[in-house]
C-alpha cells in the first residue's frame, strides 16, 4: 500500500510539473517552480536543469533547486563528458543508485561534499528524438543492508 502511495504521489507531482512548464510564457521562471515541486514532493536535495548551447556544443545549467550561483556557474559540460553529456549525446536516461559508486559521475559543480548516499537520476529532455537538455536529480538514500 505504501508503494502504491508512493507511486501515486510521484504521478500526481509529473502532472504538476508539466501544468507548470506550460502555464507561462516565462521559461526560466517555469523551470525555476518545476524544481521547487520536485523538491517538496519527491524529496529531491538538488536538481538541474542543463541545455546545450548549438552554436559552441556546451551545456550549462539553465535552472536549478539546492546550488549556490557559483556551483550553477561551474556546472558546464561537453557532449560525452560525464553523466550528463552522455545522456545528452545518446538521449537515454541514466540512473546511478550510489555516485560515490559511479566513475563517470564527474561532480563539476562541487556541490556535492561527500557523495556515499546519493542517488542520481539524468533524465533527456528531447523533441522529436532530438536531445536539446537533461534534468538532473539527487536524493539521499539510506543504505540497507
Do not use: W
Request: aromatic share 6%; glycine share 8%.
Amino acid at each position: 500500500m505504501k508503494i502504491l502511495l508512493r507511486k501515486n504521489q510521484e504521478l500526481a507531482s509529473i502532472l504538476e510539473v508539466s501544468r507548470v512548464l506550460t502555464s507561462s510564457f516565462d521559461l526560466e521562471q517555469n523551470l525555476y517552480a518545476a524544481m521547487e515541486i520536485l523538491a517538496s514532493k519527491l524529496e529531491m536535495q538538488r536538481g538541474c536543469v542543463f541545455l546545450l548551447d548549438p552554436v559552441n556544443a556546451e551545456i550549462r545549467i539553465v535552472a536549478a533547486y539546492g546550488l549556490s550561483r557559483a556551483e550553477i556557474r561551474r556546472g558546464k559540460y561537453r557532449i560525452g563528458e560525464g553523466i550528463v553529456g552522455k545522456v545528452i549525446e545518446s538521449g537515454q536516461p541514466m540512473f546511478v543508485p550510489n555516485i560515490g559508486d559511479a566513475p563517470g559521475f564527474l561532480n563539476k559543480t562541487h556541490s556535492r561534499p561527500r557523495k556515499n548516499g546519493i542517488s542520481f537520476l539524468c533524465i533527456p529532455v528531447a523533441i522529436e528524438k532530438e536531445t536539446f537538455g537533461v534534468l538532473t536529480v539527487d536524493r539521499i538514500y539510506a543504505h540497507r543492508r
